[in-house]
């Protein structure tokens, strides 16, 4: 995964660029954007696309008619022009048969989606598991639900590669998992087992960068440069970064483990081995216990939150939107972001503690007075890593259109 961002370079018209390559490589950059923009927006119209490319008007229709002949795009009208009045304009929409699929591992369950080239989740199986999956096991799990699709798969769509989502740390140059602490494993060939099992291009990332880029390219942090996002599931906190425009990777691709930072000197010891760590102290496992569900009823956490009057409910909530604005206030200090997603349960405690976090975080964040900064629940929800595991299988198309489809053929 390289630059997986929403934010576009400023563009060249083929005019300045002399000789045929800068030429080649001009309209394929040309085409790549135009692609981008389709797919992020889910379709645009050419004014739209002139517009926000500085291309003019020839160059766009052009570039409209490859990715059409190409078969990734099509112009139609949008569904709502019968409301409105006058002449509908067309718009250009990506090609939804032009899918990934899109792999989520989790601790309690396997989920797999068929995500179509905009973004839109066509199908997605949920597999419970009995107990936290094994490698073989999750890739089993994967392999059984892709062969079920596989009729329909063949029958209606062309799969551009496979994206998993990974609870844990992932190589960027060969997808290998090298820690995944909640699912017990190390050091796994991820990549290797599943493209035996599905053969497909198979790409691995952490699930909360792929969610971070989600939200930023779909979800409520669109268009934003520069956001920090938060993750909370069962397994633990992960974290992504977008900073001005591009997701924060590191050296090796591990940056954003935001779960491990510091809250509570006085806390429990974390299985990283430190003391205090932020996904210890706001931990979605001691919620439920208060509210005595189950992992199994984390869905209704919301309903359960919004009615408890129980007094060590709300010492509970109130304690854990302490530790997170902790947190918070050190990365609003360390990114000094225009906006904080939260999702999975970090999301239902802001929705019950909205006032007492955001008040607690603008007050200790340096150089916010008068500028609190948003802090938003993500909206993808229950899609959010399949659609960010998409994006990861549909890199290479979007960055050069013409050239993946002649590998293809
Ligand atoms: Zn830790």
């Known amino acids: 995964m390289r630059e997986l961002t929403s934010r576009t370079l400023g563009n060249v018209d083929s005019h300045g660029s002399r000789g045929s390559t800068s030429n080649d490589q001009l ?3 040309n085409l790549s954007t135009v692609l981008r923009m389709i797919h992020h927006s889910s379709g645009c119209s050419r004014a739209e696309l002139t517009h926000r490319t500085g291309l003019n008007r020839s160059t766009i229709s052009d570039l409209v008619a490859e990715l059409v002949d190409l078969g990734l795009a099509f112009e139609g009208e949008p569904e709502d022009t019968v409301k409105r009045v006058g002449r509908p304009s067309l718009r250009v929409f990506p090609n939804p048969s032009i899918a990934a699929i899109a792999v989520n591992l989790d601790i309690d369950a396997v989920t797999v989606a068929l995500v179509g080239l905009g973004g839109e989740v066509i199908r997605r199986i949920r597999f419970d598991t009995v107990r936290v ?11 059984a639900i892709v062969d079920g699709m596989r009729g329909e798969i063949e029958e209606k769509y062309t799969i551009i590669g496979v994206g998993v989502a990974v609870p844990g740390l992932v190589r960027e140059a060969d997808g ?3 820690i995944a602490p909640h699912l017990g494993w190390k050091d796994a060939g991820l990549v290797g087992a599943m493209t035996k099992a599905l053969h497909y291009p198979i790409y691995a990332g952490n699930d909360a960068s792929l969610g971070a880029i989600a939200e930023n390219l779909f979800g409520v942090a669109r268009g934003q440069s520069n956001i920090v996002y938060l993750h909370g599931g ?12 591009s997701a924060l990777r590191g050296t090796n691709g591990y940056a954003g483990e935001l779960g491990h930072t510091l809250v509570n000197s006085a806390g429990v010891r974390c299985h990283c081995g430190r003391i205090g760590c932020l996904e210890t102290e706001v931990n979605l496992m001691r919620l439920l216990e208060r509210l005595r569900l189950s992992r199994a009823d984390q869905d209704d956490l919301d ?10 409910v709300l010492d509970e909530v109130k304690r854990q939107i302490d530790f997170l604005s902790v947190a918070l206030s050190n990365f609003v200090n360390m990114f000094d972001p225009e906006m904080v997603v939260l999702g999975g349960f970090l999301g239902s405690l802001l929705s019950v503690g909205r006032e007492r976090l955001s008040e607690s975080v603008s007050v200790s964040s340096m150089g916010r007075s008068g500028h609190p900064v948003s802090i938003e629940r993500a909206t993808l929800s229950s899609k959010l890593m399949l659609v960010g595991a998409a994006e990861l299988a549909f890199y290479q198309l979007l960055e050069d259109p013409a050239g993946f489809n002649r590998r293809q053929t």
């Open 27 to 29: 309209r394929r950059y």
């Open 133 to 143: 999956p094994t490698l073989p096991e999750a890739v089993n799990a994967v392999k």
């Open 176 to 178: 290998r998992v090298l």
């Open 234 to 245: 069962p397994g633990g906190i992960g974290g992504g970064l977008i900073i001005d425009g």
């Open 303 to 312: 309903i359960a939150l919004g009615v408890s009057r129980d007094p060590r």
